[in-house]
Each structure stands twice: as structure tokens, then as C-alpha cells.
């Protein structure tokens, strides 16, 4: 499919994972994409593994809990391809396992900065640009920790909780206007992210594939397919959604 023939995508943390995999798709249909990721040799890495496959991609050092950063990253953006079509604000990082009260006001910080306040700084820039575009689609990366609690993880889970309060949000102000915004809400993903949850331990990856009534983890392109498809015409009817690609983890 060529569903993005001649548009502008724009990932923010497309140097691995989800993301990575998200632009590698946007790619293949056509996008010029931009990945905005804090780390520059994963960011060309995406960059190079794109070109390669013959698609036209472009890094920019981003960094999104800096809101100079992500306006740069955008004005980048219009600069080198002419507009902005489609945004997956998709950079998280996640925090240690502690109980809620021995989290420290040093991760609540990273987490929110990173993954809630990231979001809205990029939404900030994106919407303005979409408006002077004549539209545009905006997904937002939340997780099933934005939909149920998740024990041991309070900075995190409140992040992505508020990532859906903010995609509604803006879905709403923004609905007659040409620009849609939804949320993708992932079960466990196997990226270098889950790696780090998991620290290794075959026991712990076991435990979370049996939590997926699929009986296995999900992959990176498997959430690239839904958030291409949110920001695709096919989608012209959805908006403030949260979409969960999680293997039925939530349907229990
Ligand atoms: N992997 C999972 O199981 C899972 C589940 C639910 C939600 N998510 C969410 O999906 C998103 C992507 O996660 P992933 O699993 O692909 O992780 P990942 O660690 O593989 O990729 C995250 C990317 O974001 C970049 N990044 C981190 N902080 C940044 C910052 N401040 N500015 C710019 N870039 C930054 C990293 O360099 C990396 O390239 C995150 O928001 C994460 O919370 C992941």
C-alpha cells in the first residue's frame, strides 16, 4: 500500500523499537518521514535502514522533554520536506520497579518529562503546524499501563494515563479542524525498553507472556500497523481514541 505517497511523518523516539518500526512503515508507503529520537547513532541507524529499503528519511537530534528541541525538530520538519502530515509522539522512557512510596522525585520527573510532557510539547508544536497545513493526524503512545494500574510502576502508569486525558483532550479542541488525534496503548512489546523491565530474567518474560491471553509478547511492526492505519485516511471517523494492541491483555 502507498497510503502516504507524498506525505510527512514525523516519529519522535524512531531510534528503536516501536518507533523505529512505526517509521520503517511510514516509510515504505510513501512518507517522507523525520525521526526525532534523544540518541543520534539509534536515530540515523533508522535513517540508514530506511534509505537502504530505497524510502527518504531524515534524523534530527531531539530531545523531547525540551521544548526548544521538538520546535526545532518541527521547524526541521517543515523545512526539509515542506509540511507535516502525520505524528507518532512515541519517545518514553520507563522507571525502575519500586512501591509507590519509594519512588524517587528524580524518575517521577524523568517519566513525566519525558512521556507526558514530551507529548504535549509536540502536540503543541505539530498542532500549529497542522492547522497552517490544512490538517493532519497525531498519534500518541500510551501503554495498557495508561488504561489499569500497574503495581511497582506509579511514575510511569500515571504518565501514560495522562497521555490519554491529553489526546482526548486535544481530539476535541481540534475535531473540526482537520486534525485527528489518537493514542495507541500497547500490551509488552518486545523492544530494548521491555529489555530493561525485565532486566534479562527469562522467569519475568515468561510471566508476561502468560498475562497476554495470545499466549506471547507483541511486536515492534504490530503496533506500527495500528498507528499507521490511526493516521491514515481509513481512519477519517477516529479520533480521541485509545486503541489497545495488547494481545487481549485488557479484555480480561
Ligand atoms: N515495549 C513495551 O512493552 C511498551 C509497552 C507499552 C508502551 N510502550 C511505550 O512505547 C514507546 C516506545 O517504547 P519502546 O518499547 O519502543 O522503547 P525503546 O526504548 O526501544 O525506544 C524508545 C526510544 O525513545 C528514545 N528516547 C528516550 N527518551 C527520549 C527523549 N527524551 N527524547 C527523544 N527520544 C527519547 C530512545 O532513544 C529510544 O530510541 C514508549 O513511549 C513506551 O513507554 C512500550
Known amino acids: 500500500m502507498n497510503r502516504f505517497e507524498g506525505k510527512v511523518a514525523l516519529v519522535t523516539g524512531g531510534g528503536s523499537g516501536i518507533g523505529r518500526a512505526t517509521a520503517l512503515k511510514f516509510a515504505a508507503e510513501?512518507?517522507?518521514v523525520v525521526i526525532g529520537n534523544r540518541k543520534e547513532?539509534?536515530?540515523?541507524?533508522?535513517?540508514?535502514?530506511?534509505?537502504?529499503?530505497?524510502g527518504k528519511a531524515s534524523f534530527y537530534r531531539t530531545d523531547v522533554s525540551n521544548l526548544?528541541?521538538?520546535q526545532n525538530l518541527v521547524?526541521?520538519?517543515?523545512?526539509?520536506?515542506g509540511g507535516l502530515d502525520a505524528a507518532f509522539n512515541n519517545a518514553g522512557v520507563e522507571d525502575p520497579q519500586a512501591m509507590t512510596p519509594e519512588q524517587t522525585e528524580a524518575t517521577f520527573d524523568l517519566v513525566i518529562n519525558v512521556n507526558l510532557k514530551g507529548v504535549w510539547y509536540s502536540m503543541k508544536c505539530e498542532i500549529e503546524q497542522m492547522l497552517a497545513n490544512g490538517g493532519g493526524a497525531i498519534v500518541n503512545t500510551?501503554?495498557?499501563?495508561?488504561?489499569?494500574?500497574?503495581?511497582?510502576?506509579a511514575p510511569y502508569t500515571a504518565s501514560k494515563h495522562a497521555v490519554l486525558g491529553l489526546t482526548k483532550t486535544a481530539a476535541l479542541e481540534y475535531a473540526q479542524q482537520g486534525i485527528r488525534v489518537n493514542a495507541v496503548c500497547p500490551g509488552a512489546i518486545e523492544t530494548p525498553?521491555?529489555?530493561g523491565l525485565a532486566e534479562g530474567d527469562s522467569a519475568t518474560i515468561d510471566y508476561m507472556k502468560s498475562l497476554h491471553p495470545i499466549g506471547r509478547l507483541g511486536k515492534p511492526h504490530e503496533i506500527a500497523n495500528a498507528v499507521v492505519w490511526l493516521c491514515s485516511d481509513?481512519?477519517?471517523?477516529?479520533?480521541?481514541h485509545g486503541i489497545n494492541v495488547d494481545g487481549g491483555f485488557t479484555a480480561i
Open 41 to 54: 547513532k539509534a536515530g540515523q541507524e533508522t535513517v540508514d535502514l530506511i534509505q537502504q529499503a530505497g
Open 234 to 240: 481509513e481512519a477519517s471517523f477516529v479520533l480521541g
Open 193 to 195: 525498553l521491555l529489555d
Open 142 to 153: 500510551s501503554s495498557i499501563a495508561g488504561v489499569i494500574g500497574y503495581p511497582g510502576h
Open 30 to 32: 510513501g512518507a517522507s
Open 75 to 81: 521547524q526541521y520538519t517543515v523545512d526539509t520536506y
Open 68 to 70: 526548544k528541541d521538538v
